[in-house]
């Protein structure tokens, strides 16, 4: 246990103070990349007046210039000239209690920072001494912690200077969890594996899937944590619980906390999917940013954590997006910076991966160009009234794509896990709700065709087949404007099993 006295200068060991400052202004757009404020830190000695260790902060939020007046990629950082208390101590969880006084004579609402994580908002009356009790999972070897005004300026030109005391400062590692028994599967990622709401029909994460490839009938599906879109699903003897959070990532999933609630409740035993490199890759979007190089400073957190509790970490590379090279006629890995610095890391650590890139793009490929249309947010206005437009998502699933990854990443876990709670299923859900009623459209209905995953539908063109949509009912409607009313027309429906081979081929005309 560490204890730190700043009133009689009494340490179980001395810990490093320094202040931080931000003279320069921000570089800006360099190369297609943001060039944020550069700190300078000031190491300070710590002062014997015994009056409690002096916080002196000053703190803005800075917006800066978007790339190409694109207003997706502008730039807000929260700049923060304050006193740091910095310890050295080992990646574990930790119960941190802090003594506080408020010097002001009014009311202040300040946030406490361990690690550039916010970890609390507390109210400090006027000349209040306030005791702070804080439950930390650290992810790193250091303990840095920092205090900011909750209510800061937007420049920095009107922040104003405010001032505090720390009184003392406790640090006590907390023992393990103990393990609750069931298999306990966590996910760390972002938008492609995330579990979203019945209002975004039909985007799914496969994370959200995953749940289907274990045994058992009955599950119970509740949040896990303080955002709603973190889901934990609970069956008798397993849960996943799918912590992934849209447009994160290594980084910023860090930064906001989200890795921190995971390391919370993760027991000996459960396993962590690590799956990042999509969003870290988006050079366009500065907070979210990680370039290459930089990669394995983020995912080695996530190992360390899990590695130290006892638990399993779990490598994944990104997935593949809906990309075809036509000249070639087949499909390409994305990410693959990222995904290399994942395969090195996974011998480093020897730890397993699944690399998403490799097995989907094989997958895609052995389905062709149009049935992988049935993989992505590629999709129509009209089949989803909650739909604002039709989608050509090249990222991210709607139902099947989600489904069969899920497949992919169970197959993985069975034979990392060697656990009997994984199965291969086929999964009766209806993957493409088409709206049941009159759309003015034409209405194609056929026989259904057993072990039939899905159905590509074909119109006749010019004497040559032309690809015209997928679906996972016997049933579609096509749109009228594609149509002369007074010809008639073929379409071809072609049965496609789950390893996207074509089983059965039927004609149906409709005559003028």
Known sequence: MLNFDFQTNKFSNLPKIYQTKYPAEAKGWENGIYQKRQVEKNEIKIPEDQLGLKIITRDWKETGVPLNGDSKTQPIYHYDETTHVAVETTNANYRLVLTIDNEDQSERTIDIFVNNICEETVVLQAHQ??????????????????????????????????????????????????????????????????????????????????????????????????????????????FVDNRSMGARSSKSFIVEGRLESI????????????????????????????????????????????????????????????????????????????????RALSKEYQIPLIDLGDDMTTLLNRFGYEAAHSWYLQVNQDDYPNLIEDKHDVTHFQHYGAFR???????????????????????????????????????????????????????????????????????????????????????????????????DEKVISLNG
């Open 129 to 238: 001494v306030r005791k702070v009790n804080l439950e930390l999972a650290l992810s790193q070897d250091n303990l840095d912690l920092y205090f900011a005004n909750h209510d800061c300026s937007s420049e920095k030109c009107s922040a104003l200077t405010w001032s505090l005391r720390l009184l003392s400062l406790s640090l006590e590692k907390l023992p393990l969890l103990s393990s609750n028994g069931k298999l306990g599967i966590y996910i760390a990622s972002d938008s492609t594996a995330q579990t979203y709401s019945p209002k975004e029909e039909p985007q799914s994460g496969w994370g959200e899937e995953l749940y289907h490839q274990l045994t058992g009938e009955e599950v119970e599906i509740t949040n896990s944590s303080f955002y709603p879109q973190a889901t934990r699903y609970t069956m008798s003897t397993c």
């Open 263 to 342: 390391l919370k409740t993760i027991a000996p035993g459960d396993y962590l999917l690590i799956q990042f490199g999509d969003n870290d890759a988006t050079a366009f979007r500065p907070n979210r940013f990680v370039a290459a190089n930089d990669f394995p400073y983020y995912i080695k957190q996530y190992i360390k954590s899990a590695l130290v509790r006892k638990a399993h970490p779990i490598l994944v590379a990104p997935p593949a997006q809906f990309k075809f090279d036509a000249d070639q006629k087949q499909f390409i890995t994305t990410f693959d910076q990222y995904r290399d610095v994942v």
């Open 405 to 503: 990854i899920a497949q992919i990443i169970a197959s993985n876990l069975s034979e990392i896990t060697k656990s009997a709670e994984f199965t291969q299923r086929r999964f009766g859900q209806d993957y493409r709700p088409v709206i049941d009623r009159k759309l003015k459209k034409i209405h194609l209905k056929w026989s259904a065709v057993k072990n039939a995953d899905f159905y590509v539908i074909e119109m006749s063109k010019n004497k040559s087949w032309e690809y015209n949509s997928v679906t996972t009912k016997n049933e579609s409607y096509i749109d009228p404007v594609e149509f002369n009313w007074n010809e008639s027309h073929d379409f071809k429906i072609i049965s496609i099993d789950d390893q996207g081979s074509s089983i």
